[in-house]
């Protein structure tokens, strides 16, 4: 599904190096569940991957100097630890997916050299996630804001009331490394929720006598109502 979205398949090794998670995430109950390799090869290969994302990032910043846009995605496990009072932390491992968008690829050919906004990278991203989700039948998908430390603009993914990832528009100070010009847009879902219904049997119903319709409303709203709350509405 991903690739028949435009998405090319990027993999990855499943550990890495403190210092490209802490840039990443440093936030203090984030780094207290990572898993350390007790003794690694090397520095940069010492920590298991608590997240697909770091890791997608640099594969996206490296191809900036080769391609004016790219879009990348990753499925694999990370890990962390569990906290257990009284007894010994255990590892647990879960399988992710990670999408990734980088530069204009929304636009038409005769538009692509207009600069990419925050905006227009969340929501090219967000519709392919939605495309993704639909297609897998998940249920009831939102999206509302929140906050990360490497976003400027990020969203939290819901799916039937449970959160399941975040997406969200890459900081100038992460693009910074890769001397990256234009926008680069993340995100990362939980796998198990998206396929429990993969493989039910579809409803099958006539074919209608006459084509559907659809209809367009345009709205216009101040900048803090949200979308949820306008379909909410209608």
């Known amino acids: 599904l991903c690739t028949a979205l435009g998405f090319s398949e990027a993999m990855h090794y499943s550990f890495l190096s403190q210092k490209e998670l802490d840039d990443f995430d440093s936030r203090a109950e984030t780094r207290s569940n990572r898993l350390a390799i007790p003794d690694p090869v090397s520095a940069e290969y010492g920590v298991m991957r608590d997240s697909l994302l770091p890791q997608l990032v640099s594969s996206l910043g490296r191809n900036s100097s080769h391609e004016e846009s790219a879009m990348l995605f990753e499925i694999g496990k990370v890990f962390n630890k569990v906290s257990r009072t009284g007894q010994p932390d255990i590892p647990v491992e879960r399988e992710r997916i990670a999408l990734g968008m980088l530069g204009p690829v929304g636009r038409e050919s005769l538009r692509r050299r207009v600069a990419v906004t925050e905006e227009d990278a969340v929501l090219w991203l967000k519709g392919a996630i939605e495309e993704l989700l639909a297609r897998l039948h998940v249920g009831k998908v939102t999206f509302s804001s929140t906050s990360h430390p490497a976003f400027a603009a990020a969203l939290k993914v819901t799916v039937n009331g449970k959160e399941i990832g975040v997406l969200g528009a890459l900081s100038a100070k992460m693009r910074h490394p890769y001397r990256l010009t234009t926008q680069l847009a993340v995100c990362e879902l939980e796998l198990k929720p998206l396929l429990k219904r993969t493989d ?20 216009s709203v101040s900048g803090d109502v949200t979308n949820e709350s306008i379909v909410a509405a209608i």
């Open 200 to 219: 039910e049997v579809g409803k099958v119903s006539p074919v209608p006598q006459f084509p559907s319709v659809k209809r367009d409303i345009a709205l």
